[in-house]
Antibody
Framework: EVQLVQSGAEVKKPGESLKISCKGS????????IGWVRQMPGKGLEWMGI????????RYSPSFQGQVTISADKSISTAYLQWSSLKASDTAMYYC???????????????WGQGTMVTVSS | VIWMTQSPSLLSASTGDRVTISCRMS??????LAWYQQKPGKAPELLIY???TLQSGVPSRFSGSGSGTDFTLTISCLQSEDFATYYC?????????FGQGTKVEIK
């Protein structure tokens, strides 16, 4: 079964660092881009960035560039999203998702992780 | 950045109704548009890609249309399990962007 399994919920204080994970299984992890999507409480979906685990090519949304770091370790089929100094406004659910390539029809996120809730509070 | 305007933000409907959700782009994106469904407490699920191609396993009551700047998601006969929030997303260029979402609620 193709799946993405994310790490568990986190409760952190402002200023702390954090790295959450997304482990792929059931497919060739290095052949598909993995994206990250934020959903703040009661709000919509925001595209943060995307990484190609095969060569670590990474693209960021301007809104998140410099605020987070996306990385991957292909040896363990895992992608990461990390913060060096969390803020209260980082409180949100974070999803990873696999980008499927449909050829001439482009691509979309076909497989999603279950989400990781990050709560930042003093 | 490509901006998206999704409407309506809230749609009240009854089981059996035909409902339509609109997504308008700030610039043309050919057919590089996807639709997702999200239920409370769950991750989004892909319904449609390439504006009109149904993802495997998605019921045929869902359909998508449009190209360029204007797109539509239609649910032909609303079922109880369809009450959820729907998002459009463009993947024409980075950064990919999502619409603001449309919540379909029971009237």
């Amino acid at each position: 079964e193709v799946q993405l399994v994310q790490s568990g919920a986190e409760v952190k204080k402002p200023g702390e660092s954090l790295k959450i994970s997304c482990k792929g299984s059931g497919y060739s992890f290095t052949s598909y881009w993995i994206g990250w999507v934020r959903q703040m409480p009661g709000k919509g979906l925001e595209w943060m960035g995307i990484i190609y685990p095969g060569d670590s090519d990474t693209r960021y949304s301007p809104s998140f560039q410099g605020q987070v770091t996306i990385s991957a370790d292909k040896s363990i089929s895992t992608a990461y999203l990390q913060w060096s100094s969390l803020k209260a406004s980082d409180t949100a659910m974070y999803y990873c998702a696999r980008r499927q390539d449909y050829g001439d029809e482009g691509n979309a996120f076909d497989i999603w992780g279950q989400g990781t809730m990050v709560t930042v509070s003093s | 950045v490509i901006w998206m305007t999704q409407s309506p933000s809230l749609l009240s409907a009854s089981t059996g109704d035909r409902v339509t959700i609109s997504c308008r782009m700030s610039q043309g994106i050919s057919s590089y548009l996807a639709w997702y469904q999200q239920k409370p407490g769950k991750a989004p699920e892909l319904l449609i890609y390439a504006a009109s191609t149904l993802q495997s396993g998605v019921p045929s009551r869902f359909s998508g249309s449009g190209s360029g700047t204007d797109f539509t998601l239609t649910i032909s006969c609303l079922q109880s399990e369809d009450f959820a929030t729907y998002y459009c997303q463009q993947y024409y260029s980075f950064p990919w962007t999502f619409g603001q979402g449309t919540k379909v609620e029971i009237k």
